[in-house]
Structure formats: C-alpha cells, structure tokens
C-alpha cells in the first residue's frame, strides 16, 4: 500500500481527476477543461479545474506528453513546471504549440503529464571556497561531441 495520499479538489464540473494510464508509469495524465486553439508559435494558459495538496516535503512536477511533443508539436512551455507542497490555487498548464499548423485543445483531452517528487531543503552556507574536482569549472561542450 503507497504511503503518500495527493488530495485532489475538483473546482469545475468538467473536471477530470488526474489518473495512472498503466500501473507503475511515473506520471499520472493531466486533463483540460478548456476548448482553445493554439496557433503556431503561440503559448496558452490551459486550466485543468483541479486544486491539489500534495504530501509533505513532495513537489509535482509537469511535464509534456511526449505523443503531444511527437505528433502535434504541442509542449509544456515551462518544463518541467513546480507545483510546491503549499500552493492551492488552480492547476494551470503553459502549453505551446511548436509546429506550423493550429492544434486544437479540447476539454477532457490528456494535455500534460504530472510527476509527484520529493524534494531536500539544505541549509544555505556561503563560502570563500569550493572543493576542487576533476570537472573543475568546465561546462558548456568541455567534453567536445565525440
């Protein structure tokens, strides 16, 4: 039996409680409550009519679909997106449209995908100095391509 309950409030009766398509998947699918056209190159704001209280020291992360990303062009602008352990609000997706042909969001449509994750809040300490390693500061291709 999983030890962490997510409590899920439906704000609008089109509604569709966030689901697992298959036992063991990381992300359960995220459902629009919105009929909207995204143009080519545009970004909306798609409500899922859902409020969440997720488990202490839990974070949700979302995520685009990746048959949505594939197909359609469609991802999540902010990937992946924060929802903290102490937000109430509507559950929102920033969905973008990446393609060159309007898609259409239609309601109950699986739009995102939502990863429930732990999270660590370390004490914060300033130093004067670093530890050294064999990766030292390179970044940005250090490693060439091949």
Excluded: W
Excluded at 28 to 55: A, Y
Excluded at 98 to 127: D, W
């Amino acid at each position: 039996m999983c030890k962490y309950t997510i409590k899920i409030k439906k704000i609008n009766k089109l509604a569709v409680i966030p689901q697992y398509a298959h036992k063991g998947d990381a992300g359960m699918d995220l459902f629009s409550i919105d009929d909207v056209i995204i143009k080519p190159m545009e970004r909306k704001l798609v409500h899922t009519g859902i409020q969440i209280q997720l488990p202490t020291n839990t974070e949700a992360q979302i995520r685009p679909r990746s048959g949505l990303a594939l197909k359609n062009g469609i991802t999540v602008l902010n990937t992946p997106g924060t929802i903290d352990e102490g937000y109430r609000g509507e559950i929102g997706i920033i969905l973008i449209n990446l393609s060159n042909e309007p898609f259409k969001v239609e309601e109950k449509m699986k739009i995102a995908q939502m990863i429930i994750k732990p999270i660590i809040s370390p004490e914060i300490k300033e130093v004067d100095k670093l530890s050294d390693t064999s990766r030292g500061e390179g970044g940005f291709g250090s490693t060439g391509l091949k």
